[in-house]
């Protein structure tokens, strides 16, 4: 489906690519013909990934800028460095983001602010001033914004992130009709449970745990980044070009747990099941 042109005179900018699905659509981006620059907190697993992703596509440029989403002016900063450097940014995934599980009852407001900063505002931030280069000169570009499956059913213990990604969605939507008419396109992805290292350490406190979530699994795993790069290469490739304000749901099913008679899929093995429904026929014997 895709070649090596498929993002060529595209430049990226992934916030938070120094690790995890960030660096993994960053690679891929980089992958298949744009060139790719990736922000962050931590210099060191920032000239780490950038090294990596160039040394797999040594025919695109790359580059790293280090930036707290959270501060617009350093934000702001980026953006004019980048332009400085490179001439161009028509792409941004706004991935940046900051969780942890906490009974909401003990939640300090600093702990709730500080998700909400990271998420939301740094979102907000990034997107502004991306948004605004672009308008100036009149050029289009897309924005993907990463968001969560449970931005619209809200989850138990991460109140600040479903808060703040529901925000995120929100903006999504505004955007995409407010700025259709420059030709900027505003998409997102609600992904479900991805392995990656910092949101495990984070939300899976030991393996029982995950053997637990994994099995509510309706196909018995978890995705792989390289499942959800793939998507996120189409939606910024010109081959989306129609797609704005849409959110795409990448999770195996899993939030379609709560369907009546769903649970009895997970009960027992799938043949023990059939022999159960087939002895309930009218009519059937024994
Ligand atoms: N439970 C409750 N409160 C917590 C917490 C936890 N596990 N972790 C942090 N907090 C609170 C802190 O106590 C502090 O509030 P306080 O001043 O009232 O005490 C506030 O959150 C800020 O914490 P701090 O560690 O100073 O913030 P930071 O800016 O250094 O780090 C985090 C931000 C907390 C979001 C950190 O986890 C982070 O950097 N995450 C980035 C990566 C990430 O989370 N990715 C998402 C993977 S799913």
Redesign the pocket.
Request: hydrophobic share 40%.
């Given at each position: 489906m895709f070649t090596t042109d498929t993002l060529s005179g595209k430049t990226i900018l992934v916030t938070g690519g120094g690790s995890g699905l960030g660096l993994s659509m960053a690679r891929h981006f980089a992958r298949y013909g744009a060139n790719v620059l990736i922000c962050g907190r931590t210099e060191e697993k920032l000239v780490a990934a950038t090294a990596a992703i160039g040394k797999e596509n040594p025919a695109v440029k790359t580059g790293y800028y280090i930036a707290d989403v959270r501060e617009d002016e350093e934000v702001g900063s980026m953006i004019s460095k980048i332009y400085a450097d490179f001439g161009e940014l028509n792409g941004l995934v706004n991935n940046a983001?900051?969780?942890?599980?906490?009974p909401s009852e003990d939640?300090?407001?600093?702990?709730f602010k500080?998700?909400v900063d990271?998420v939301l505002h740094g979102s907000f931030n990034c997107t502004r001033h991306f948004g605004k280069k672009l308008i100036d000169a009149g050029l289009p570009g897309a924005v993907l914004n990463i968001v969560t499956t449970y931005t619209e059913s809200g989850s138990a213990f991460v109140l600040p992130s479903a808060c703040a990604k529901a925000g995120v969605y929100a903006m999504t939507n505004s955007l995409a009709f407010e700025w259709a008419t420059y030709g900027i396109r505003l998409n997102a992805i609600a992904p479900g449970p991805f392995p990656t290292e910092?949101?495990w350490k984070?939300?899976m406190p030991n393996p029982q745990v995950e053997q637990v979530y994994k099995q509510r699994q309706p196909g018995g795993r978890f995705g792989e980044p390289e499942e959800l790069s793939h998507l996120a290469v189409f939606m910024m490739s010109d081959m989306a070009a129609y797609m704005t304000g849409e959110c795409v749901t990448l999770d195996g099913g899993e939030r379609l747990q709560g369907g009546q008679f769903n649970f009895v899929a997970q009960m027992m093995p799938r043949e023990q099941l059939k022999a159960m429904f087939g002895a309930m026929r009218p009519g059937k014997k024994g």
């Open positions: 983001a900051g969780n942890f599980y906490c939640l300090s407001p600093n702990g500080t998700v990271i910092g949101a984070r939300l």
